[in-house]
């Protein structure tokens, strides 16, 4: 929890639907900016857990951090797993919107993603990091169908005044970028641009599940797994539609520890 309105949000809602002292707010400071602003942050967040009765713990990197979205992600989700494998947590809960949901698409496919990307984040995944205990969290996305909008106006019912980054304003950062320049152009063309992304994830989601179970049932079928080997039999892949046959090899791939690309 940033203190910002998505995770405070999240927090607030998190908190009020689970059991008294089952809820621990933890924040991260990546030490890439004033110390003024994210001790402020930090106080924030330590006030609001207070006064839901959520335990409250904070956080910093291990080592510098370069700066980059890339490495402050993972050194987030590294920390936020260490702390639920030292609390015995269950569930890591973040507070991304169906606004981060249509930017994450545009990025996936600008970026060259197919159909998995396409589908966007899911509300249940699994740790995005890994981690050195032998239990990763569930990560929960509970706000991933709630726009901005009404996380905002969910704080203001509230009385509640989160914390703004001004870094979010940084065209350096690709999302910023997205989320200040795109996604405005777009929306000029059609108001419900994010909605409609948002959508298009959700669909696309149901359609890679579907072709990944067939996929599945095929491998089972036609593949065979030795020792350090997978055989696949061509006649069967061949009556496959390609969108098939691709995540048979990557299921064969996975057998023997590979990821393989497009």
């Known amino acids: 929890c940033s203190g910002g309105p998505d995770s405070l949000s999240a927090l607030v809602a998190t908190t009020r639907s689970r059991p008294a002292g089952s809820v621990i707010a933890a924040c991260f400071d990546h030490q890439l900016r004033p110390a ?18 959520a335990c409250f713990v904070s956080g910093v990197p291990s080592t510098p951090l370069p700066g980059d979205e890339r490495s402050a ?3 987030r989700y590294r920390w936020l797993g260490e702390v639920c494998a030292r609390f015995e947590v269950r569930i890591g809960v973040t ?22 990307g396409a589908a ?5 995944a699994s740790w995005p990091v890994e981690l050195t205990s032998e239990a990763a969290p569930e990560l929960l996305r509970p706000l991933l169908t709630i726009t901005r909008a009404d996380v905002e106006d969910y704080l203001d019912a509230l009385g509640l005044e989160a914390r703004l980054d001004p870094t979010n304003e940084l065209l350096t950062y690709a999302r910023n970028r997205l989320r200040n320049r795109v996604i ?3 929306e000029l063309l059609n ?4 909605p409609h992304l948002a959508a298009f994830a959700a669909r696309a989601r149901l359609d890679d599940e579907a072709l ?17 080997e997978v055989s696949l039999t061509r006649s069967s892949l061949r009556r496959l539609p390609a969108a098939v046959t691709t995540r048979v090899f990557r299921l064969a791939a996975a057998e023997l520890g590979l990821s393989l690309t497009s």
Request: proline share 4%; aromatic share 2%; net charge negative.
């Open 95 to 116: 507070g991304h919107t169906e606004d981060d949901q249509a930017e994450t698409v545009l990025l996936r496919l600008t970026r060259g993603s197919g159909l998995r």
């Open 36 to 53: 003024p602003e994210t001790e402020a942050d930090i106080a924030l967040v330590a006030e609001v857990a207070g006064r839901l009765g």
């Open 191 to 194: 108001p419900r641009a994010k």
């Open 212 to 228: 990944e179970e067939w996929a599945v049932r095929e491998f089972a079928a036609h593949g065979r797994v030795d020792e350090g």
């Open 184 to 186: 405005p152009a777009l």
């Open 73 to 75: 992600r993972e050194a």
């Open 120 to 124: 966007g984040m899911r509300v249940r």
